[in-house]
């Protein structure tokens, strides 16, 4: 049995609770989601006095390391790793969202040692122009746009010679004709932004005037609201297009886990660290295993079922650096 139950006391937490979505319910750029409608979001229960306690519920990676790396000595570590917020600060433009030389390396020398991944809700070129490693797994658009490192896969295998794995490819073409009416609708609001993430559109008004934030989301949702095929969800200070379709971040680790090999063994334990709501979706299938290492990283109390939690981006930094250090000490031990 795996970490869930050496942290049994994890478990015990009230139950979420919902309530109507504003610009401070939700977290980062990275295009949060709840399984919701854009009105409800879920929100932190008043219970949750002071971040001190929620750690109590969501240990520190860095401070439980050694319990970690004790549960994972004998299994098969598979790492997934969310971008903004996480390998990189959350700032105000989205395109600048650079992560540093350190992470890069640091990054670069966990793929040496776990087959890695990184799910973002940036498109995948985005995300890999970010990232410039080509020995990881890169899932744009929450998971939409999966594509492996060279010689990741055996040559004999499928899905080696299929390219980029994209569940919602018959959406393009309409992706790309509400993305031109959606730069119509929002051209005359000064300080919106539209990214293209491919399968997702996001409309970020960070820089537009407060007096303009409802108009525009009116004038986005009016857009939205008469395609049945497509969804809008609200993150902050960020709008997004996504088509209707039943996938996510956690359906992305399920697939990687398979395309790896490993959807049926027994002796895999998938970590995954992310910072926004998008990423419960890839704690739930953990948390579904019973084994394997969710990972929120926040330095303010939210509720989450991630079992253990990292404060920030420098705190990420550290665990991947020791993690590296960890398997290849492990390593050489047994040469």
């Given at each position: 049995?795996?970490l869930?139950?050496?942290?049994?006391?994890?478990?015990?937490?009230?139950?979420p609770?919902y309530?109507?979505l504003?610009?401070?319910?939700?977290?980062?750029?990275?295009?949060?989601?709840n399984?919701?409608s854009?009105?409800?979001a879920l929100?932190?229960p008043?219970v949750?006095?002071?971040?001190?306690?929620w750690?109590?519920?969501?240990?520190s990676?860095?401070d439980?390391?050694?319990?970690?790396?004790?549960?994972a000595?004998?299994?098969k570590v598979v790492?997934f790793l969310d971008?903004?917020?996480?390998?990189?600060?959350i700032?105000e433009?989205?395109d600048?969202?650079?992560?540093?030389?350190?992470?890069?390396?640091?990054?670069?020398?966990?793929?040496?040692c776990f087959p890695?991944s990184?799910?973002?809700g940036?498109?995948?070129e985005?995300?890999?122009?970010f990232v410039?490693?080509?020995n990881?797994y890169y899932?744009?658009?929450?998971g939409m746009?999966?594509l492996?490192?060279?010689r990741a896969v055996?040559?004999s295998?499928?899905k080696?010679n299929?390219?980029?794995?994209?569940?919602?490819?018959?959406?393009?073409?309409?992706i790309?004709?509400i993305?031109?009416?959606l730069?119509?609708?929002?051209?005359?609001i000064?300080?919106?932004?539209?990214?293209d993430n491919k399968?997702?559109i996001?409309?970020?008004?960070r820089?537009v005037?407060?007096?303009?934030?409802?108009?525009?989301?009116?004038?986005v949702k009016?857009l939205?609201?008469?395609?049945?095929?497509?969804r809008?969800?609200?993150?902050?200070?960020?709008?997004?297009?996504?088509?209707?379709?039943?996938?996510?971040?956690?359906?992305a680790?399920?697939?990687?886990?398979?395309?790896?090999?490993?959807s049926?063994?027994?002796?895999?334990l998938p970590?995954?660290?992310g910072?926004?709501r998008?990423?419960?979706d890839?704690?739930?299938?953990i948390?579904?295993?019973?084994e394997?290492f969710p990972?929120?990283?926040s330095?303010?109390p939210?509720?989450?079922?991630a079992?253990?939690?990292?404060?920030?981006t420098?705190?990420?930094?550290?665990f991947?650096?020791r993690?590296?250090?960890w398997?290849?000490s492990?390593?050489?031990f047994f040469?």
């Amino acid at each position: 049995m795996g970490l869930q139950m050496s942290h049994s006391n994890m478990q015990k937490k009230v139950k979420p609770c919902y309530g109507p979505l504003n610009d401070d319910d939700v977290d980062d750029h990275d295009n949060n989601d709840n399984g919701t409608s854009g009105s409800l979001a879920l929100i932190n229960p008043p219970v949750v006095a002071s971040y001190d306690s929620w750690v109590m519920q969501h240990p520190s990676a860095l401070d439980t390391f050694d319990s970690i790396t004790k549960e994972a000595k004998w299994k098969k570590v598979v790492v997934f790793l969310d971008y903004d917020g996480t390998l990189s600060p959350i700032v105000e433009d989205p395109d600048k969202a650079f992560m540093s030389a350190e992470m890069r390396m640091a990054v670069r020398e966990v793929a040496k040692c776990f087959p890695t991944s990184i799910i973002s809700g940036r498109s995948r070129e985005k995300v890999k122009e970010f990232v410039q490693l080509s020995n990881v797994y890169y899932a744009g658009s929450h998971g939409m746009d999966i594509l492996a490192p060279p010689r990741a896969v055996k040559s004999s295998d499928k899905k080696a010679n299929e390219g980029a794995f994209q569940p919602a490819k018959l959406y393009l073409p309409a992706i790309q004709e509400i993305s031109v009416e959606l730069e119509d609708t929002i051209r005359d609001i000064q300080g919106a932004m539209l990214e293209d993430n491919k399968f997702c559109i996001s409309v970020h008004y960070r820089q537009v005037q407060p007096k303009d934030h409802e108009v525009l989301k009116q004038r986005v949702k009016s857009l939205v609201e008469n395609r049945p095929d497509f969804r809008l969800t609200e993150g902050k200070m960020v709008l997004e297009v996504r088509p209707s379709i039943e996938w996510n971040k956690g359906d992305a680790l399920n697939y990687l886990l398979d395309t790896l090999g490993f959807s049926n063994s027994k002796d895999v334990l998938p970590l995954y660290i992310g910072d926004d709501r998008t990423d419960e979706d890839a704690f739930k299938v953990i948390a579904g295993r019973h084994e394997g290492f969710p990972i929120i990283v926040s330095s303010i109390p939210k509720d989450t079922i991630a079992w253990y939690s990292l404060r920030d981006t420098s705190e990420v930094l550290a665990f991947l650096l020791r993690l590296a250090k960890w398997k290849k000490s492990e390593t050489s031990f047994f040469k």
